[in-house]
């Protein structure tokens, strides 16, 4: 029997749509188990992109609020985001082929739409700029991170490039400042276990066998604070983060560790100070070496009193 594949619909301003395939289920339309699948959209919302065409089947038909609940159906939807507040830095094209492309990202800018940010991404503002519409970032870092970013841009290459990271074959170094300790055993590695933690914003280290794996040394000291670079073998979630707080060295500017603080209105004056410096690997097409460094730079260390608002 012939494999079904996906048919999403084109994308909307940059914006790829959404999917979810119909579970086994109770549900006698297909508004009701969207209502219940998506607790935090209200059933208005859904109503309207119903009502307005933008929840279609895998044939591109409109699904409409009365349609019949059919398992195993594939839907699409499109996201909107209302009042998306324009976020004031722009990410730098580095490097550019018929298959790669690598980008200089600034803090603040997520990679990928979530949550309240859509077109204020780095992946749907550079698809609309470059007319792009296959563009998939082959990796990402946190909205709070600046620095490298590796797109694909043709899905008929993109795997090659993934296997990289799923390989480990690919040598990433950041840099980071935080508190200096003249006590640790510098340079040193941390190896842990890193799972989700009770917050859904926040990893931790827990018992087990460790997943991760962070070489760690100081690149400069100035008093209390020190410039580190930190070479992550691993790729998990929050990984650098997670291993300097752990540390007792939580970067500066960092709102999740080890703390969670309430999020408000949004700093630009003091960004997380952690950077995707460079990134390193022979290109699975060509056989070519390729490495890439950051523009971006962090704060000087003799301008921490500034950041500090001292």
Same mark, same amino acid.
């Given at each position: 029997? #012939?494999?079904?594949?996906?048919?999403? *619909?084109?994308?909307?301003?940059?914006?790829? &749509?959404?999917c979810v395939v119909l579970p086994t289920g109770p549900w006698a339309t297909v508004a009701e188990f969207l209502f219940q699948r998506f607790p935090g959209v209200p059933a208005s919302?859904?109503? +309207? %992109?119903?009502?307005?065409?933008?929840?279609?089947?895998?044939?591109? +038909?409109?699904?409409?609020?009365?349609?019949? @609940?059919?398992?195993?159906?594939?839907?699409?939807?499109?996201?909107?985001?209302?009042?998306?507040?324009?976020?004031? /830095?722009? #990410?730098?094209?580095?490097?550019?082929?018929?298959?790669?492309?690598?980008?200089?990202?600034?803090?603040?800018?997520?990679?990928?739409?979530?949550?309240?940010?859509?077109?204020?991404?780095?992946?749907?503002?550079?698809?609309?700029?470059?007319? !792009?519409?296959?563009?998939?970032?082959?990796? %990402?870092?946190?909205?709070?991170?600046?620095? !490298?970013?590796?797109?694909?841009?043709?899905?008929?290459?993109?795997?090659? @490039?993934?296997?990289?990271?799923?390989?480990?074959?690919?040598?990433?170094?950041?840099?980071?400042?935080?508190?200096?300790?003249?006590?640790?055993?510098? $340079?040193?590695?941390?190896?842990?276990?890193? =799972?989700?933690? #009770?917050? /859904?914003?926040?990893?931790?280290?827990?018992?087990?066998? $460790?997943?991760?794996?962070?070489?760690?040394?100081?690149?400069?000291?100035?008093?209390?604070? =020190?410039? @580190?670079?930190?070479? *992550?073998?691993?790729?998990?979630?929050?990984?650098?983060?997670?291993?300097? &707080?752990?540390?007792?060295? $939580?970067?500066?500017?960092?709102?999740?560790?080890?703390?969670?603080? $309430?999020?408000?209105?949004?700093? @630009? &004056?003091? *960004?997380?100070? !952690? !950077?995707? +410096?460079?990134?390193?690997?022979?290109? *699975?097409?060509?056989?070519?070496?390729?490495?890439?460094?950051?523009?971006?730079?962090?704060?000087?260390?003799?301008?921490?009193?500034?950041?500090?608002?001292?």
């Open positions: 029997m #012939a494999l079904h594949r996906p048919n999403p *619909p084109p994308g909307r301003n940059g914006v790829g &749509a959404s919302v859904w109503l +309207q %992109r119903m009502e307005s065409g933008d929840v279609v089947d895998d044939q591109g +038909q409109p699904v409409t609020a009365h349609c019949a @609940y059919t398992p195993k159906r594939r839907l699409y939807y499109f996201r909107a985001v209302e009042a998306e507040p324009r976020i004031p /830095f722009e #990410a730098e094209v580095l490097w550019q082929d018929e298959h790669l492309l690598v980008v200089d990202k600034p803090h603040f800018l997520p990679v990928l739409p979530s949550g309240k940010y859509l077109q204020e991404t780095v992946l749907v503002r550079l698809k609309n700029q470059l007319g !792009l519409e296959a563009l998939s970032p082959i990796h %990402r870092i946190d909205r709070d991170t600046a620095g !490298l970013v590796l797109f694909s841009v043709q899905s008929a290459t993109r795997n090659a @490039y993934q296997a990289l990271f799923r390989e480990r074959t690919v040598h990433k170094t950041y840099h980071a400042i935080a508190r200096w300790n003249p006590d640790l055993p510098w $340079p040193l590695q941390r190896a842990s276990r890193i =799972a989700p933690a #009770a917050h /859904f914003m926040q990893q931790e280290e827990v018992d087990g066998a $460790p997943n991760t794996l962070t070489h760690l040394a100081p690149l400069e000291v100035l008093g209390r604070w =020190a410039r @580190y670079e930190l070479r *992550p073998v691993t790729g998990h979630r929050h990984q650098l983060r997670v291993h300097m &707080a752990a540390l007792g060295l $939580p970067l500066l500017g960092d709102g999740i560790y080890p703390t969670l603080t $309430p999020e408000g209105q949004t700093d @630009y &004056a003091r *960004p997380l100070q !952690l !950077l995707a +410096q460079s990134i390193e690997f022979i290109d *699975p097409l060509s056989g070519v070496v390729r490495k890439f460094e950051s523009r971006r730079t962090l704060r000087n260390l003799t301008d921490i009193g500034n950041y500090l608002g001292l």
